[in-house]
Each structure stands twice: as C-alpha cells, then as structure tokens.
C-alpha cells in the first residue's frame, strides 16, 4: 500500500512568487492536513480538509490557502512568498481525521530566496 | 485551546541508558495523545496513543508511555536506547472529531556510544 506522497521535495522560489505543493493521501484516506515545520515554530498546524471541505485553519495568513479535490488528493497555495515561508511543509493524511493515527509524507522543502 | 509543552528541547543518552521524554498538555476534555518520532529529512511516525483505558500504553520499537491526569503529563519512555532512535520526539494532542492535532515543539534526542 503506498504511503502518502509529496511533489516536489524540493522548491526554490523568489520572493514575491507563488507556489502549489502537492500531497496523494493512503488510498481510502478522506482527511488531509497540513503543516508548516521550522526551526522556530515547530509543527504548526495550516488546515485540515475531509472530502472536499476544509474542516479547520490555522492561523496563518490568507497567502495560504488549499484545496482537496474528489479523489482526495491535496494542493495548497502560498502567494506572494516571503523569506519567512521558507520551511519543511508535511501532509498528513488519515481516514477521518482528529483522534486517528496521521500518516505523513517526508514533506516538501520550500526555499524563498 | 489545546497545547502541549516539551520542556527539553535536546536530550542525550548514553547508548543502553533508559531514556525518559517529557510532555505536558492542556485541554479541556479527554485527549487523544500521541507520540510521532522523526528521522532528518523526513515525516512523521507514530510510536503509540493513547485515548482510552490501561494509562501505561505500548509503543512500537520498545517505546511504552503513561498517561497521568493529576499532572496532564504523557511522558515517553524506553528502558534501553538503541543509536538508531536517535531523533527528534514529538508529543501531540488531538480529540475525537476535532480535526485539529497540536503538536509540542519536539525534543532531539542523541545517542552517544
């Protein structure tokens, strides 16, 4: 069974740009969330989405923004990018979401340059 | 609003030395609690969790964890180290059909020989 997957693993972008970070969840999965992991920060949570819906956000701001589409598979969009945004983003996905074991993917590693 | 506190940031232990980690949370009603491990460059793993039942639970690679109320602490604990569970720990809340998992800031772990 495959894991959860993230395109690309690594980005390099420019400030001012914009990005769209891919994540498949497990097969059978409806819930997807992600995070943003620094050094910093830790682990914190962006948004969580269940069929199609976004359930729960963060509190980020609305430079980030995604979407969950039919076949569960998840992108989020960050615009206008900032030095800050550079971080490891990780999906994680599971079949209800909340109390369930999270599965993740090894995470995209954006650079804003 | 849930929380979770990691007070050490970095740990070392001697190899075949116990090793204890600490996690206290905050939340309102029963919580589900996690411990993920994570390796450099990659997601998250699940160790153990808890919600319901027997507070001392059983984890994967030799990891067992205690849940105690009094003091809103899930610590982690291993009896013997191995090198190779030299990593970052991460306790993490959560709740049944709240979609929102709050992560601690992780504790690194070294293991020297």
């Known amino acids: 069974k495959a894991g959860v997957t993230q395109t690309p693993r690594y980005l390099i972008k420019t400030r001012g740009q914009q990005v769209t970070l891919s994540c498949s969840p497990i097969s059978g999965h409806r819930s997807v969330s992600w995070y943003q992991q620094t050094p910093g920060q830790g682990l914190q949570f962006l948004f969580e989405?269940?069929?199609?819906?976004?359930?729960n956000k963060g509190n980020f701001p609305g430079r980030f923004s995604g979407r969950q589409f039919s076949n569960s598979r998840s992108e989020m969009n960050v615009s206008t990018l900032e030095l800050g945004d550079s971080a490891l983003y990780l999906c994680?996905?599971?079949?209800?979401?909340?109390?369930?074991?999270?599965?993740f993917g090894s995470g995209t590693q954006l650079s804003v340059l | 609003a849930q929380s979770v506190t990691q007070p050490d940031i970095h740990i070392t232990v001697s190899e075949g030395a116990s090793l204890e980690l600490r996690c206290n949370y905050s939340y309102g009603a029963t919580p589900y609690l996690f411990w993920y491990v994570q390796s450099p460059g990659q997601g998250l793993q699940l160790l153990l969790k808890?919600?319901?039942?027997?507070?001392l639970v059983q984890g994967i690679k030799g990891f067992e964890a205690e849940f105690k109320r009094s003091q809103s602490s899930f610590n982690l604990r291993k009896p013997s180290v191995h090198w190779s569970d030299a990593a970052e720990y991460f306790c993490?809340?959560?709740?049944?059909?709240?979609?929102?998992?709050?992560f601690g800031t992780g504790t690194k772990l070294q293991v020297i020989p």
């Open positions: 994680a996905s599971s079949w209800v979401g909340g109390g369930e074991k999270l599965f």
């Open positions: 808890y919600f319901s039942g027997d507070t």
């Open positions: 989405y269940f069929s199609e819906t976004q359930r």
């Open positions: 993490a809340v959560g709740a049944e059909g709240y979609q929102k998992v709050t």
